[in-house]
């Protein structure tokens, strides 16, 4: 069970940061740190409905959280969730290591019984 939630969450941040609009938008946020929604929007030629539902899913996803501060609410993004997506993406890594290791010692122990 508990590997499938990490399987859901993960699947929520790939699919989260899969749109390029996002991406700019956790890029803005990483480069310029907590913004109100209506600033984010001005950075877009797109209606802010789109920019609120873009922002709507990085939040579900985990990657930014809403704060208000005074009168104020602010986007900010949160980079700990990124981590979910190096760590699969390093045991991908590690799993086509394997395979290249496993293929050069069969062409290596191929080439041995050919001498």
């Known amino acids: 069970m508990g590997e499938r939630i990490k399987t859901n969450a993960l ?10 609009t996002r991406r700019a938008i956790l890029t803005l946020l990483a480069q310029n740190g907590p913004m109100r929604v209506t600033d984010i929007h001005a950075q877009f030629e797109m209606s802010l409905n789109s920019i609120s539902k873009h922002i709507k899913m990085l939040e579900r996803a985990g ?6 501060d005074w009168r104020e609410h602010l986007i900010e993004v949160q980079m700990a ?16 290591d394997l395979r290249l290791e496993a293929l050069d010692t069969l062409i290596t122990k191929g080439n041995s019984k050919d001498e």
């Open 63 to 68: 990657l930014v959280i809403r704060r208000t």
């Open 81 to 96: 969730p990124l981590s979910e997506i190096d760590r699969w993406f390093a045991d991908l890594r590690s799993i086509w």
């Open 11 to 20: 699947s929520e941040l790939l699919k989260a940061a899969s749109d390029p």
